[in-house]
C-alpha cells in the first residue's frame, strides 16, 4: 500500500473530510490501517510524514492516526506520531506569527491584504505565505524591509508576468510571496483580482485573524494553480476542496458567474469533476455537484495518474484544450491585454520544458 493511498483511506474514507473518529466508530478497514501504520518500519513511518508534508496534510493526517491508535498499546510509535505532530504544530505557530506580524503591519500602512491560499489547508500550512494586495510593489518591498530586514528573492519571468514579488524573512524558513494586483500565471486575471479584497471574509486561526478570500475565490484561485498552472493536485486540494464545499456560505451561481468572466468556467467545473472522482473512490460518493459543473467539465479524475508523488494532470490533449478555451474566450471578450499575455504562456512553458532538459531545473523562467 503506497503512502497515497494510506494517508487518502485517513482523510476521505471516515477521516477529516467527515466526521472526527473514534476507535469504536471508525470502520474496520480505518482501524486495520491504523494497526498497519502502528506496525510499519521506522524507515517507512518516516517517509510517510515527509509524504505528508509534500502534501501539506500532517497535522490532518496524524490527528485522525492519533484518535484511531488511541486504545493502541505501542507507545513507541504513538510517541513518533505525537512527536512529528508537535513539531508541525511549532512550525506552523512560528510562521502564523509572522504571518500575523506582516498582515497587520500592511494593513497599519493603509494597504488592502488578503491571505491566499496558505491558510486554505487549516490546520495545516503551505509551504510557502502568500498574500494578495493591490498596493504599489514599492511600498511592499519598503515595508518589508523596513519592518522586518527582508530582501527580495530574485524573480523568473513568470514571476513578473504573474506580478509575484517573493521575500525571504530572517527567521522564517518559510518563503513570503506578495501576488500584487494580478492573478494567474501570466497575471491575466485583472478582474477577480480587482474584486478580491472587497469579497473576502475575516477567519481566526490559532489566536490570529486574518482576512480571506470568499469560498468562490478560494476555489478559483486553486484552480488557476493547478489546471492552468503546476498541472498537478496534491492530496491537500482534494481535502481542502471537500471541506469548502459543506461551507454554507459556499455559491455555485456565483462561481459560476466569478468564473465565467475569468474565463476560466470549464477549468473550474474540471477542477471539481477531478476532486469529486477522487473523494468517490474513497467513500463511495464523491461531492454533491450541480448539474451544471458535470457538464461543463471536460475530463474528470480518471484520467488523473499518480506520477513523481502527485496526482498529475494530463497536458496533453486534455490541458492544452482547457487554455485554448481560456484563450478563446478571452480574445473573444476583447481583452486584449489579456489576451497578449496568456499567448506568452506557451512560450513561457517551453522555454522552462528546455531548461529543465539543459540543466534539471527551471529556475528564472517559471
Known amino acids: 500500500m503506497n503512502d497515497l493511498t494510506i494517508l487518502s483511506t485517513l482523510l476521505l474514507s471516515g477521516g477529516q473530510a467527515q466526521q472526527p473518529l473514534s476507535p469504536e466508530s471508525a470502520p474496520a478497514d480505518l482501524r486495520s490501517l491504523a494497526q498497519h501504520i502502528a506496525g510499519s518500519t521506522q524507515a517507512d513511518f518516516a517517509r510517510m510524514i515527509r509524504f505528508a508534508g509534500d502534501h501539506h496534510v500532517v497535522v490532518r493526517a496524524l490527528e485522525t492516526l492519533c484518535s484511531l491508535l488511541a486504545e493502541e498499546r505501542d507507545h513507541g510509535r504513538m510517541n513518533q506520531i505525537v512527536s512529528a505532530l508537535e513539531l508541525e504544530r511549532a512550525r506552523i505557530a512560528h510562521a502564523l506569527g509572522f504571518l500575523e506580524a506582516i498582515y497587520t503591519k500592511c494593513e497599519d500602512a493603509g494597504i488592502r491584504i488578503v491571505v491566499i491560499k496558505s491558510l486554505d489547508h487549516t490546520p495545516d500550512l503551505g509551504s510557502d505565505l502568500d498574500l494578495y494586495t493591490d498596493a504599489d510593489p514599492a511600498d511592499i518591498r519598503s515595508i518589508m524591509k523596513r519592518g522586518f530586514k527582508a530582501l527580495p528573492a530574485a524573480r523568473s519571468w513568470g514571476d513578473r508576468l504573474a506580478g509575484k514579488w517573493n ?22 486575471q485583472l478582474g477577480i483580482a480587482s474584486e478580491l479584497v472587497d469579497r473576502a471574509v475575516f477567519t481566526r486561526i490559532g489566536g490570529h485573524s486574518f482576512r480571506v478570500p470568499a469560498p468562490e475565490d478560494r476555489l478559483m484561485i486553486s484552480t488557476l494553480q493547478r489546471m492552468y ?18 461551507d454554507p456560505a459556499f455559491d455555485f451561481v456565483t462561481l459560476h458567474d466569478l468564473a465565467e468572466r475569468a474565463s476560466i468556467w470549464q477549468g473550474t467545473a474540471t477542477y471539481l469533476s477531478i476532486a469529486s472522482d477522487y473523494v468517490a473512490s474513497y467513500d463511495g460518493q464523491g461531492l454533491n455537484l450541480p448539474a451544471e459543473v458535470m457538464a461543463a467539465a471536460r475530463f474528470g479524475g480518471k484520467e488523473v495518474s499518480f506520477r513523481k508523488g502527485f496526482l498529475r494532470v494530463p497536458i496533453v490533449p486534455h490541458s492544452v484544450r482547457l487554455f485554448a478555451a481560456q484563450l478563446t474566450s ?6 486584449l491585454r ?23 531545473s527551471d529556475k528564472g523562467i517559471w
Open 167 to 188: 521575500f525571504v524573512v530572517p527567521g522564517l524558513p518559510e518563503l513570503v510571496e506578495f501576488h500584487i494586483g494580478r492573478l494567474g500565471q501570466t497575471g491575466e
Open 229 to 246: 498552472r503546476h498541472f498537478y493536485f496534491r492530496l491537500c486540494d482534494i481535502v481542502d476542496t471537500t471541506h469548502l464545499l459543506k
Open 338 to 360: 489579456a489576451a497578449a499575455r496568456l499567448s506568452l504562456l506557451p512560450w513561457l512553458a517551453a522555454a522552462a520544458a528546455v531548461a529543465h532538459k539543459v540543466s534539471g
Open 330 to 335: 478571452v480574445a473573444g471578450s476583447r481583452n
